[in-house]
């Protein structure tokens, strides 16, 4: 790997100072650094700062510098380019996150190295269609979610797994998570933990108004459509609780497993059961 890319999250106070020093000592080491984010613009001190299109362009991996939602937004950056990517952690929980700032030096020597495996993650891409018509396409690595607005009542979602149809869910949403979104809202919601090796998906109502509602585990070649069918809420589609779009009524959301993987470089022997034992205790406290 000779051009690492980082992507920082500028709002974290310490990572500017914290970019310097990866990006010192990488080009000691003869890589070539290239830096972007949100106001990384601002950064002085030498580095090699560009934009997003031109650092997917060089990068031969890319560096998460913030937290897992700093992780999530690279990830999408990245989809379906084949570039690896591992997250240090500058937030509080950080379950996605490879290692914490402690550990920059020797996962650092690593890279360099080759000292590391590469894990495939599963992604979702989610597809709004409206009267027939195809209007937006998003990825994501957690989860598709469709939920309703501030002061909205609860939404009737109209739900079908390959056609056929599951059920009408009053609810105040519904959640498609991938295993890696398994830990996230999903988890919030009651839906099960899910080993991010595997493959599949999980539809998750968000406080439905029925006693029987329950998550429902499916196959990864599976195909979510979800109409919207309630016309006086606002509803809005999220991927990954970052990117957003509002839904009209009879809207309908299409979720599938997406043509390509996140693949997460991994430096370090911690397991996913190991970090949940550590992370999710953490999270709770």
């Given at each position: 790997m000779n051009s690492i890319g980082i992507i920082m999250n500028f709002e974290k106070s310490e990572a500017l100072s914290i970019t310097r020093q990866i990006a010192e000592w990488l080009e000691k080491h003869?890589?070539?650094?290239?830096?972007?984010?949100?106001g990384s613009d601002a950064a002085d001190g030498g580095m090699n700062v560009c934009s997003e299109?031109?650092?997917?362009?060089?990068?031969?991996?890319?560096?998460a510098l913030g937290g897992d939602g700093t992780l999530l937004s690279s990830a999408r950056v990245i989809a379906?380019?084949?570039?690896?990517?591992?997250?240090?952690n500058l937030g509080q929980l950080g379950f996605l996150t490879e290692i914490e700032q402690p550990d920059i030096p020797p996962a650092l020597e690593k890279l360099i190295s080759g000292s590391y495996d590469i894990?495939?993650?599963?992604?979702?891409?989610?597809?709004?269609?409206?009267?027939?018509?195809?209007i937006c396409a998003f990825y994501g690595l957690n989860d598709a979610v469709i939920t309703k607005g501030a002061f909205a009542r609860l939404i009737r979602l109209k739900t079908f797994v390959n056609n056929?149809?599951?059920?009408?869910?009053p609810a105040d949403g519904l959640i498609i998570?991938?295993?890696?979104?398994?830990?996230?809202?999903?988890?919030?919601a009651g839906g099960p933990l899910v080993s991010p090796d595997l493959e599949l998906m999980i539809v998750t109502p968000i406080c439905p108004h029925t006693l029987y509602a329950r998550p429902l585990v499916i196959d990864r070649d599976s195909i979510v459509r979800v109409e919207l069918q309630s016309?006086?809420?606002e509803v809005m589609l999220t991927i990954d609780g970052q990117s957003g779009f509002q839904l009209e009524p009879f809207d309908e959301?299409?979720?599938?497993?997406?043509?390509?993987?996140?693949?997460?470089?991994?430096?370090?022997q911690r397991s996913f059961y190991e970090i949940l034992r550590t992370k999710l205790k953490e999270g709770g406290s």
């Open positions: 003869g890589k070539t650094v290239l830096v972007t984010g949100p299109s031109e650092m997917v362009e060089k990068a031969d991996c890319i560096i379906g380019l084949d570039i690896p990517l591992f997250g240090v894990e495939k993650r599963m992604m979702i891409e989610a597809r709004v269609s409206r009267n027939g018509e195809e056929e149809f599951v059920d009408i869910f998570s991938t295993p890696t979104g398994s830990t996230a809202y999903s988890l919030s016309t006086q809420a959301v299409i979720v599938r497993k997406a043509p390509f993987y996140a693949r997460f470089l991994k430096l370090n």
